[in-house]
């Protein structure tokens, strides 16, 4: 594989778990059946995880329909992705600044996989935004032209030579996504956190229930089957969410995912510590990426 893992990255999300790809995926098993990635967004870790065969076969899944319809396109039909985002990308130059809100009236008409493609690399710091009938609200970056059409070529069309023939995709919601995992499958989860899914921030075009999410985990735990969650954490002094319970059979770590994206365009310096929560059949507390100390120390650098 001639392409870098953190290069593979044909769906430009803030917020992307491809920069601390590498570090989670140590805490994979020794084999991997099936990795499930049911909060697929940017599938960061799929792609991490194909690259390096740390895995035989992926499951994307999102509840955004538009968003899986794109990785079809991705993965089935890369040249038409291609050449339709090259267009509209193009049509910016002559269309002028009226371009990026018609692009987003008309996806938010008739969810248009590669319109979304170009609302999320042209919006504000891939900032992606969505009102509570999942349509798009984020405003352009006016400093930027979005990710170029070449880019997205060579991206989609690596994309589908490594994951073609070796994924499934999946519409809906995570619980029917993961629901035939087995013990020697892997599941993890990226799923809206409880910071920005309720209130003046939210983000996503559906939110998560914390007791949703809670029984979900629990029935990880009936059935033996691994999984690995980012899920809430800490931006500089303002903590995300409380802690999940001890009933859950994982250990609760921390991630040090560097300067927050939130915080940059804000203009601030912000640090972010992520919670990771690790099933303990995975056995976190002996790897050698650790650190000694109290769970809710930072563990992970």
């Known amino acids: 594989m001639t392409n870098s893992p953190l290069s593979l990255q044909p769906i430009p999300y803030q917020g992307s778990k491809r920069a601390l790809a590498p570090r989670i995926c140590k805490l994979f098993p020794d084999p991997v059946a099936t990795l499930y990635e049911p909060f697929a967004g940017s599938a960061a870790i799929t792609l991490f995880a194909a690259t390096h065969d740390l895995a035989e076969k992926f499951v994307i899944g999102d509840t955004h329909a538009p968003l899986v319809d794109l990785w079809a396109l991705i993965v089935e039909n890369p040249g038409e992705l291609s050449d339709r985002y090259a267009a509209t990308w193009h049509a910016q130059f002559d269309v002028g600044a009226t371009h990026f809100n018609e692009v987003r009236a008309e996806f938010n008409e008739n969810k248009d996989p590669v319109l979304l493609l170009y609302l999320i690399a042209r919006c504000v710091k891939n900032a992606v935004r969505f009102n509570r009938h999942g349509n798009f609200t984020q405003s352009p970056d006016k400093r930027r032209t979005g990710m170029k059409p070449d880019r997205v070529t060579r991206t989609a069309h690596a994309v ?142």
């Open 160 to 301: 589908s030579r490594l994951l073609k023939g070796r994924v499934e995709l999946f519409r809906g919601d995570f619980r029917e996504c993961v629901a035939s995992a087995a013990p020697g499958d892997l599941i993890y989860l990226d799923p809206p956190y409880q910071g920005t899914t309720y209130g003046a921030d939210k983000r996503y075009a559906s939110g998560l229930e914390r007791e949703k999410l809670i029984d979900a985990l629990h029935n990880f735990d009936d059935r033996g089957v691994p999984y690995i969650l980012s899920y809430d954490g800490q931006m500089g002094e303002k903590t995300y969410g409380e802690p999940l319970p001890d009933t859950i059979d994982a250990e609760h770590l921390a991630i040090h995912a560097g300067r927050s994206s939130q915080a940059t365009i804000s203009g601030r310096t912000d640090e972010t510590i992520e919670s990771l929560y690790v099933s303990r059949s995975l056995k976190p507390d002996g790897a050698d990426i650790f650190r000694a100390r109290p769970a809710q120390e930072l563990l992970f650098a």
